[in-house]
């Protein structure tokens, strides 16, 4: 039998990405005997560890964006003692490439980026047209150069943890009795990305109206937000935005019937869970980083001006958003099979 082969793969930043390196790992495993370790964020390792595939999560002890060679030297000559046979970075910067080097791994593979020559000796040129979606490029480097992708594509898949929802439904008198839909308003990139908390208001009142519960998830930034839509949305809303940390946000997803969502990262968590899932774009665009999973609608208006990728609408009005109804989310839910239709119960901030 051959040896297991150690891997040490250079997760990303964000939260959606972690969840599509998945796809990666399960590659990586399919392709033979394998220990998969990630370097990544402290804050990712709750995420990590709900996935099979990975044998260990490794604390990154630097915060984005700093430098500071000498801690990562010290980093790169400690994971030296594993003796790792390739390493996989996913991130296109020189300095997530240090650390490798340092370690001595003797393949390190990632894309062509920031002068990463001496850094990288298993250097892959990105086709952007041949691999538009994050999730193709990052399984890509975990196959020979110019090697065929597989079809489909393996599709991330979070593992719940049923001692956690359990303390979570009594820690915030969550009812059992109504089936629960996760608000997810955040996104981390900024309010171009953002449906309107009306709309999320508005939405949120029609299906407490249909016997539903409304569970709001975010990060303590999101709190503002959940309170807003807790307002005007009415009973049976509840702010969980600050209250849970990630992994709770995984068990609560995993514990609902559906999710609305702007594209962000808890979008691809509820994805990953195979939660039915109405996705909502604005900036961005669902053909780079749509979620990967079968009972998905994707409101996206392609309108003139989108997709500008930028963090505030620069022609200041967000129309890509504005212009997606609270009735058309519901019907996108609807067509899930869930909210049984009924009459839209119109009220103030309908549109």
């Known amino acids: 039998m051959a040896p297991s082969r150690r891997i ?34 402290g804050w990712s390792l709750p995420i990590l560890e709900r996935m099979p595939q990975v044998r260990r999560g490794i604390a990154m002890p ?19 003692k594993t003796r790792y046979d390739q390493a996989i970075v996913l991130p296109g910067s020189l300095k997530s490439a240090l650390v490798p080097f340092f370690a001595g791994i003797p393949q390190r593979t990632g894309f062509r980026g920031e002068m990463r020559y001496r850094l990288l000796n298993d250097m892959r040129t990105l086709d952007k047209q041949a691999l ?36 979570l439904r009594e820690t ?16 981390e990139y900024g309010p171009a990305k953002q449906w309107p908390l009306p709309h999320f208001a508005t939405l949120a009142r029609e299906l407490v109206a249909r016997g539903h519960q409304v569970w709001i998830l975010g990060s303590d930034k ?23 940390r990630l992994a709770d946000a995984v068990d609560l997803l995993a514990m609902s019937e559906a999710a609305v969502t702007n594209d962000s990262g808890l979008m691809h968590v509820a994805a990953a869970l195979d939660r039915p899932l109405v996705a909502i774009y604005g900036s ?15 409101r996206y208006l392609r309108l003139e001006c989108s997709p500008c990728f930028e963090r505030v609408c620069p022609l200041g009005h967000t129309n890509c958003l504005k212009e997606i109804t609270p009735q058309s989310v519901l019907r996108a839910l609807e067509s899930l099979g869930l909210a049984a239709p009924l009459r839209f119960v119109r009220s103030a901030g309908a549109v």
């Open 8 to 41: 040490l793969v250079v997760g990303p930043s964000w939260v959606g990405d972690m969840v599509m390196a998945q796809s990666l790992f399960m590659t990586l495993k399919a392709a033979g005997r394998c220990e998969i370790d990630v370097l990544a964020p």
């Open 284 to 298: 961005s665009t669902p053909d780079h980083t749509p979620p990967l999973a079968d009972r998905v609608v994707v």
């Open 62 to 80: 630097l915060g984005h964006g700093q430098f500071d060679l000498r801690t990562r030297w010290r980093l790169g000559r400690e994971l030296a």
């Open 172 to 187: 915030h008198r969550l009812s059992a009795d109504r089936p629960a839909i996760c608000f997810m308003p955040g996104a």
């Open 222 to 244: 999101d709190a503002p937000a959940g309170d807003e839509i807790v307002r005007t949305g009415g009973n049976g809303v509840v702010n969980l935005c600050g209250r849970t």
């Open 132 to 167: 538009p979606m994050t999730v193709q490029r990052f399984i890509a480097l975990g196959l020979p150069p110019r090697a065929m992708l597989p079809h489909p594509l393996p599709r991330p898949s979070l593992t719940p943890d049923p001692a956690n929802q359990s303390r």
